[in-house]
C-alpha cells in the first residue's frame, strides 16, 4: 500500500505541506493559549493575594 502512495508524493507534494503547516498553525496557537491562561491565572492569583491580604503592622505584637 505504501508504495502506491510514495508515486503520489513524488508528483504532488502540496497536500502534505498543507498538513504540515496546518499542524505548526496549531501548535503555535496552542502553545499561545497555554501562555495566555499561564499568565491569566497569576495575574488572578496575584489579585487575589493583594485583595486578601492584612496589614502586619495594625496587629499587636503578643
Do not use: Q
Amino acid at each position: 500500500m505504501s508504495s502506491l502512495l510514495f508515486p503520489l508524493m513524488r508528483e504532488n507534494p502540496l497536500p502534505g505541506l498543507a498538513a504540515a503547516s496546518l499542524n505548526i498553525v496549531v501548535a503555535v496557537c496552542l502553545v499561545a493559549l497555554s501562555l495566555l491562561l499561564g499568565i491569566t491565572i497569576a495575574m488572578i492569583a496575584w489579585a487575589h493575594s493583594l485583595a486578601t491580604r492584612s496589614d502586619v503592622r495594625s496587629r499587636p505584637v503578643a
